[in-house]
T-cell receptor, first 113, second 118 residues
Framework: AQSVTQLGSHVSVSEGALVLLRCNYS??????LFWYVQYPNQGLQLLLKYTSAATLVKGINGFEAEFKKSETSFHLTKPSAHMSDAAEYFCAVSPLGGNKLTFGTGTQLKVEL | EAGVVQSPRYKIIEKKQPVAFWCNPI?????LYWYLQNLGQGPELLIRYENEEAVDDSQLPKDRFSAERLKGVDSTLKIQPAELGDSAVYLC????????????????FGPGTRLTVL
């Protein structure tokens, strides 16, 4: 079964600093990969997705992620954190041609002044 | 364009009572999902509908949970009777799945219903 592991349940950065949220996947073949953001008391919003096209994927709000098959990773980055980025971030995986998203346990991002 | 609508947003009940959640997907979306999100966890799929057909309900605890999507539009998820461990957020999502299918057809999530069972 496919799964994702998010390293670090809580990440704290200073405003203006680099954001790096880690996600590693487990799959026998390269799957589809996603990052979602969830603000308090709201549903999940898709940030970006990898569907076997370009390995560097750009998303909304200045976020991007790079698919690295050799490392089975799909880490999320943003060059400069903003206070509004404080939220919970979920990595998710689905099989090619499948219809089931499997989410990681989430990483709570805190942005400090 | 209106997003996925869920009601109620919050529900507090006593154990052994029944409860129901309602979801109205984005207009034109044929696929509807119900997810369970426990505190500090990612969402877990309970059931997926393609139009009015439940095509994946393998994770739905059928002894107490039921769902329906009679006309292929809005959907109701029911728990009867509720247990303390059912306290969680219940998320509904929808997507348009064309002939190629697949979750790369973006899922749009509603705000969820936060259930507290006392």
């Amino acid at each position: 079964a496919q799964s994702v592991t998010q390293l670090g349940s809580h990440v704290s950065v200073s405003e203006g600093a680099l954001v790096l949220l880690r996600c590693n996947y487990s799959s026998s073949v390269p799957p589809y990969l996603f990052w979602y953001v969830q603000y308090p008391n709201q549903g999940l919003q898709l940030l970006l997705k990898y569907t076997s096209a370009a390995t560097l994927v750009k998303g909304i709000n200045g976020f991007e992620a790079e698919f690295k098959k050799s490392e089975t990773s799909f880490h999320l980055t943003k060059p400069s954190a903003h206070m509004s980025d404080a939220a919970e971030y979920f990595c998710a995986v689905s099989p090619l041609g499948g219809n089931k998203l499997t989410f990681g346990t989430g990483t709570q991002l805190k942005v400090e002044l | 364009e209106a997003g996925v609508v869920q009601s109620p947003r919050y529900k507090i009940i006593e154990k052994k009572q029944p409860v129901a959640f309602w979801c109205n997907p984005i207009s034109g979306h044929n696929t509807l999902y119900w997810y369970l999100q426990n505190l500090g966890q990612g969402p877990e799929l309970l059931i997926r509908y393609e139009n009015e057909e439940a095509v994946d309900d393998s994770q739905l605890p059928k002894d107490r949970f039921s769902a329906e999507r009679l006309k292929g539009v809005d959907s109701t998820l029911k728990i009867q009777p509720a247990e303390l461990g059912d306290s969680a957020v219940y998320l509904c999502a929808s997507s348009f799945s064309g002939t190629s299918g697949g979750p790369h057809n973006e899922q749009f999530f509603g705000p969820g219903t936060r259930l507290t069972v006392l």
